[in-house]
Antibody
């Protein structure tokens, strides 16, 4: 069974930094794209970033230059380093895997999700 | 950026009713359209992709139609567990990006 568990969320001051982690199990971690998706009451669901098994990386324009996605295939872990945080980054952050069918997969079609970790940017 | 617009924002319906949710894309997305269900305190759950293909384990009462810019999700006979928020999503691969609608909340009438 695929399991994803995020951690590292919390309260951070504007301009501050935070590092999120996602512990994965139940699948061949190194073979999968993984993504971060966030959700706010105001803007709803927003794709943040994706990384391939061999570390091809993609970002949404809203976080490019401030966030860094990475992974440790030996530890089945995904990370999101968030710098220069602003109020607009306040959200629940989910890690997610793609949905696979007989035709293949789409990186941003999300199948398994973690329960999320809450990030609050406030003074 | 492709903007996804869902209507209505809230729908009050009774169990057993048939309901249709709408999603419109600001430009053609072909059939790269998915629907998710989200219940309070939970992550979204994939229901439909490719506009009309049900994900594994999704009950037959859920169906999706459409292509281009106009899409619908139909639930043929609402069950109590179907009261939730539904999101549409345009997705693509290269480069990976996606955009979600603002959601339609199904509430009990």
């Amino acid at each position: 069974e695929v399991q994803l568990v995020e951690s590292g969320g919390g309260l951070v001051m504007p301009g501050g930094s935070l590092r999120l982690s996602c512990a994965a199990s139940g699948f061949t971690f190194s073979s999968y794209y993984l993504s971060w998706v966030r959700q706010t009451p105001g803007k709803g669901l927003e794709w943040v970033s994706s990384i391939s098994g061999s570390s091809y990386i993609y970002y949404a324009d809203s976080v490019k230059g401030r966030f860094t996605i990475s992974r440790d295939n030996a530890k089945n872990s995904l990370f999101l380093q968030m710098n220069s945080l602003g109020a607009e980054d306040t959200a629940v952050y989910y890690c997610a895997t793609p949905y696979y069918d007989s035709s293949g997969y789409f990186v941003t079609l999300f199948d398994h999700w973690g329960p999320g970790t809450v990030v609050t940017v406030s003074s | 950026e492709i903007v996804m617009t869902q209507s209505p924002a809230t729908l009050s319906v009774s169990p057993g009713e048939r309901v249709t949710l709408s999603c419109r894309a600001s430009q053609s997305v072909s059939n790269y359209l998915a629907w998710y269900q989200q219940k309070p305190g939970q992550a979204p759950r994939l229901l439909i992709y490719g506009a009309s293909t049900k994900a594994i384990g999704i009950p037959a009462r859920f169906s999706g139609t459409g292509s281009g810019t106009e899409f619908t999700l139909t639930i043929s006979s609402l069950q109590s567990e179907d009261f939730a928020v539904y999101y549409c999503q345009h997705y693509n691969n290269w480069p990976p990006k996606c955009s979600f609608g603002q959601g339609t909340k199904l509430e009990i009438k």
